[in-house]
C-alpha cells in the first residue's frame, strides 16, 4: 500500500501486474533483453539459499513495498501538451528511508525500476548505510528535449510524486539521463510545493545536487571513485600492475568517464569505449579527458579524432586488462560473454550482466566484482551529502574521499572475506552480506501488527 498523500494531485496507486506466471513480474521490459525485475529476484533467490535467508524475509524482498505510476501532461515549446508517464518504486525501508535514482530514458519500464529500486536496497544494506532502496524515472528520452521543457517535465513529475518523497521518507538521486541540475529542479519544486514552512530543513530531499544548492564535494565523481577504489584494491592483492594496462569502458556518462578519468591516473589506458550512438577505439589510447570534453561538446563519443568506429561486437571482442560496463543492464549476455577477452570485469551500471552469462566468465576464469559492491560510491556518498544537508555542514574534499575511501575498502575486503569464507562467487557474497542484514532487523522488529 502507499504512503498516505496530502495532495489530491497524487493518488498513491499501487499499479496492476500484468499475468505471467509469475505474479512478481511485468511484462513491459524490452523484447530482446531479459527481464530485468527476473534478473534481480533470479539474484536474491540465488544469495537466499547459499545464506538461508528465512523464507518469510525472502518473500518480503520478492516484492516492493510501493509502487507508483504517474502520468501527467506538460506544455512543451511550441505549446502543445505532451503526456509523460513516470514512475517511482519503493522497493524496501526497513534499514531507513527509501534511497534511489531518478532515471530518464526511453526504455524506462516498471520491471526495471522495480529491479534498480531492489538492487539499492541490497547496496545501501551491503554498505550498513541506514537507507533503504528506492528508484524511479521517466519514460522519454531527454535528447529530444530542450532545456526549459526538461525543466517543466521535471517539476511535473516532482509535483505529481508530492509527498511521496521526502528528506525523512523518499530520496531520489541522479541516474543514466538526469543530473545535478535536474536534481536542483527536483529540491526546489518539492520545497515550493510540500514543505513551504520549513524549506531549508528539506534540501536533503534529493541528493546529488549541484555545489551551490547544497550538493557534496565528492558526489559528482564518487561513483567513478568508487569502482577505481575497487580494482585498486582487486590489483593489491592480486599483485596486478595497474600502470601500462588496458581497458574499455561501455557507458561515457557521469559514471563510465569518472571512472576513466580516476583510473587512468593510475597509468592504465582506455582503448575502447562506446554510448548510445556508436562505439570507438584506439589501440595506442584514448585520453578520457579531452573526450570527455568532446562529449559535452556533441552528445556522443562518436567521431571524436584520432579513433575508428568499431561495431558493438567489436568492442565487446577487444581484448583488453579490465572491462567496466557502465550503461544500462543486462548488456553482457551470452554472446557477449563468449566474446568478452579481460581478467577483470567491474560493474559500474546497475545489472549489466545477466546471471546466464556468468559461468561463461568463470570459465574463462574472469574476475567480476559486483554491481551493489562496485558501483557503491555513488550512493555512499549521497548518504554524505543527505548528513551535511541534516547537520548544516559542508565536508571539504578531502574528508568526503576520505570517509569513501575508508568505507569502500572495509566493504571490499567484507565482500572477499565472505566469498572466501562461503565459497561463493562475489555477487553471491555481496548479496548475502546485504540480505543477511536485513533479514537481522526484520528478525528483531518483527512484523506489525
Ligand atoms: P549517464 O546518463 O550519465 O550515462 C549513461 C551512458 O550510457 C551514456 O554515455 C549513454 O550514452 C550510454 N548509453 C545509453 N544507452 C546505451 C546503450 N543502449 N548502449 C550503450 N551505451 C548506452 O548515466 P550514469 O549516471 O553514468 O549511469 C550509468 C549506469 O551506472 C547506470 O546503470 C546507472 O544506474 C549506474 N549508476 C549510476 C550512479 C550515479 O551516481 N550516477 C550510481 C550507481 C550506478
Redesign the pocket.
Known amino acids: 500500500m502507499g504512503r498516505f498523500c496530502r495532495f489530491r494531485e497524487c493518488p498513491v496507486r499501487p499499479s496492476a501486474s500484468l499475468a505471467t506466471g509469475d505474479d512478481r513480474i511485468e511484462t513491459t521490459m524490452a523484447e530482446e533483453k531479459p527481464n530485468a525485475y527476473k534478473a534481480a529476484q533470479d539474484q536474491l533467490d540465488s544469495a537466499a539459499k547459499i545464506c538461508g535467508l528465512p523464507a518469510p524475509i525472502l518473500s518480503i524482498l520478492s516484492q516492493p513495498k510501493n509502487e507508483l505510476i504517474v502520468n501527467f501532461p506538460v506544455r512543451m515549446d511550441n505549446g502543445e501538451l505532451k503526456m509523460f508517464k513516470g514512475y517511482r518504486v519503493q522497493h524496501n525501508n526497513v534499514l531507513g528511508p527509501y534511497k534511489g535514482?531518478i532515471r530518464y530514458h526511453e526504455m524506462v519500464s516498471l520491471d526495471e525500476v522495480k529491479a534498480?529500486a531492489s538492487w539499492m536496497t541490497y547496496k545501501g544494506a551491503l554498505h550498513d548505510i541506514p537507507f533503504g532502496g528506492g528508484k524511479g524515472g521517466i519514460k522519454f528520452s531527454p535528447r529530444d528535449h530542450s532545456q526549459s521543457e526538461l525543466e517543466r517535465i521535471t517539476r511535473r513529475f516532482t509535483h505529481a510524486l508530492g509527498a511521496n518523497i521526502g528528506p525523512e521518507y523518499d530520496i531520489p538521486a541522479?541516474?543514466?539521463?538526469t543530473n545535478g541540475q535536474i536534481m536542483v529542479w527536483m529540491m526546489d519544486t518539492y520545497m515550493n510545493v510540500v514543505g513551504f514552512g520549513d524549506k531549508n530543513a528539506n534540501r536533503g530531499v534529493v541528493t546529488g545536487k549541484t555545489l551551490a544548492c547544497g550538493g557534496s564535494y565528492g558526489r559528482e565523481s564518487a561513483?567513478g571513485q568508487g569502482i577505481v577504489h575497487c580494482i585498486t584494491e582487486w590489483a593489491r592483492d592480486r599483485r596486478f600492475e595497474l600502470n601500462g594496462c588496458s581497458f574499455s569502458v561501455?557507458?561515457?556518462?557521469?559514471?563510465?568517464s569518472n571512472a576513466a578519468k580516476i583510473l587512468s591516473r593510475t597509468g592504465a589506458t582506455l582503448v575502447a569505449t562506446?554510448?548510445?550512438k556508436g562505439y570507438i577505439m584506439n589501440g595506442d589510447g584514448i585520453n578520457p579527458f579531452k573526450l570527455a570534453e568532446y562529449v559535452a561538446r556533441t552528445g556522443s563519443v562518436v567521431g571524436y579524432p584520432g579513433t575508428r568506429p568499431i561495431t558493438r561486437e567489436e568492442f565487446f571482442g577487444t581484448a583488453v586488462d579490465i572491462f567496466i560496463p557502465?550503461?544500462?543492464?543486462l548488456e553482457i549476455g551470452v554472446a557477449e560473454a563468449k566474446a568478452l577477452s579481460c581478467k577483470l570485469i567491474v560493474e559500474?551500471?546497475?545489472g549489466p550482466t545477466d546471471l546466464a552469462a556468468e559461468p561463461y566468465l568463470y570459465e574463462k576464469g574472469i574476475a567480476l566484482i559486483p554491481d551493489i559492491l562496485a558501483?557503491s560510491g555513488?550512493v555512499v556518498v549521497s548518504y554524505y551529502e543527505w548528513l551535511q544537508n541534516k547537520r548544516s555542514e559542508r565536508w571539504d574534499l578531502e574528508e568526503v574521499e576520505e570517509r569513501l575511501t575508508k568505507r569502500m575498502k572495509r566493504t571490499y575486503l567484507a565482500v572477499s572475506e565472505y566469498a572466501s569464507t562461503k565459497k561463493c562467487d562475489w555477487r553471491n557474497a555481496a548479496m548475502c552480506i546485504a540480505i543477511e542484514r536485513i533479514g537481522r532487523a526484520y528478525a528483531e522488529r518483527g512484523i506489525f501488527p
Open positions: 535514482g534498480l541522479p541516474d543514466v539521463g561513483t561501455q557507458g561515457f556518462g557521469n559514471v563510465g562506446g554510448d548510445w557502465a550503461a544500462l543492464e559500474g551500471a546497475n558501483n555513488g
